[in-house]
């Protein structure tokens, strides 16, 4: 019996505003994989709290020896100031957290994401508005596919895991994650790339949040 729903955030719940092939060719390290670039800004970036974007940079640039980049410094800026005034949800999202909430469902974030722009996001989006617990990274002192950041929303949502369902974009975070914790899983696929079963095959796949409801129904035999 399904009893709460977690989501990712960056396109899954909103659109991501990083474009992480540009950044690592900015950053000069494209001997790494897309993937081995990500890991590696998350763990550098998005572990801890900050009090200002110059002090999450100054972190960036030591783990990729990129002090005095000055056109990777002006990308960065613009990643956290400008592209984060004009963030949105996506036109599904909100129709859909309401309606599974009418349902008695409880519902929780699991984000891989920086403490400096979550803050911002939080005062526009209104997060705490539609989800019962808020669980970035930068709290949980863990980053998915680490279970340790799903057992510990599981715990504050006082659910087992088979008791939910993790929702995210990303095989590898999200879904391969969400399996090695014990959760359900379905893969937001909005642009319907092809699934690369290598990295882990969700055991649901759906290109809108108008699904939803009908996944949650067929794991509670509805």
Not at 83 to 105: C, N, Q, T
Not at 150 to 155: A, P, V
Not at 168 to 188: F, T, V
Request: aromatic letters at 10%.
């Amino acid at each position: 019996m399904i009893k709460a729903v977690i989501f990712d955030l960056w396109d899954t719940l909103i659109p991501a505003t990083i474009n992480f092939e540009h950044v690592k060719r900015l950053a000069k390290h494209d001997h790494l994989t897309k993937t081995e670039f990500v890991i590696r800004y998350e763990k550098a970036v998005q572990l801890k709290r900050y009090n200002s974007f110059e002090e999450m940079q100054n972190d960036f640039f030591t783990e990729f020896n990129q002090h005095g980049n000055k056109e990777l410094a002006q990308v960065m800026n613009d990643i956290y100031t400008k592209r984060m005034e004009s963030i949105h949800y996506f036109p599904d999202v909100l129709p859909a957290l309401a309606l599974l909430r009418k349902g008695g469902l409880k519902l929780g974030l699991l984000s891989n994401t920086e403490s400096f722009g979550f803050g911002r996001l939080e005062s526009r989006l209104k997060f705490s508005n539609h989800l019962d617990v808020l669980a970035p990274s930068f709290v949980t002192k863990a980053l998915k596919p680490d279970k340790k950041g799903f057992l510990w929303i599981l715990k504050k949502l006082k659910v087992k895991p088979e008791e939910a369902i993790m929702i995210g974009d990303s095989l590898r975070a999200d879904i391969l994650g969400a399996q090695n914790a014990g959760l359900h899983n379905c893969l937001i696929n909005r642009s319907g790339a092809k699934i690369d079963k290598s990295i882990a095959v969700p055991e649901f796949a759906i290109k809108s949040f108008d699904e939803l409801e009908k996944v949650v129904g067929e794991l509670n035999g509805k």
